[in-house]
């Protein structure tokens, strides 16, 4: 196997997108199956309390990757912490429906 020869700064960026594009992936995947279970129930409650911060994530994330493809790397962003929050607002949904 050839060893690695480009340099880790050259890379970082592809490493972030790719790491964008996995938290878009499993933030659908969980709106997908909470919203099909409680729709399935006939209860669409949950669904929209998981659409909502999955839509407001889904929209900060893809603003986050259409910044990284054009280069706009910057160390700290306000987006990860939105992101963070609405994967917050999207547990505490899922916990409080699993209790009633």
């Given amino acids: 196997m050839k060893p690695f020869t480009g340099d880790p700064i050259e890379t970082q960026p592809e490493r972030t997108r790719l790491s964008w594009q996995r938290t ?55 987006q990860p912490v939105v992101v963070m929050l609405c994967v917050i607002a999207m547990a505490v949904a899922l916990i409080v429906a699993s209790q009633v």
């Fill in 24 to 78: 878009i992936v499993s933030l659908l995947i969980v709106v997908a199956v909470g919203g099909l279970k409680d729709v399935a129930e006939g209860q669409p409650r949950l669904t929209i309390a998981l659409a909502v911060p999955g839509l407001v994530a889904l929209f900060v994330m893809t603003s986050r990757q259409r910044q990284l493809r054009h280069g706009a790397l910057t160390v700290m962003t306000w």
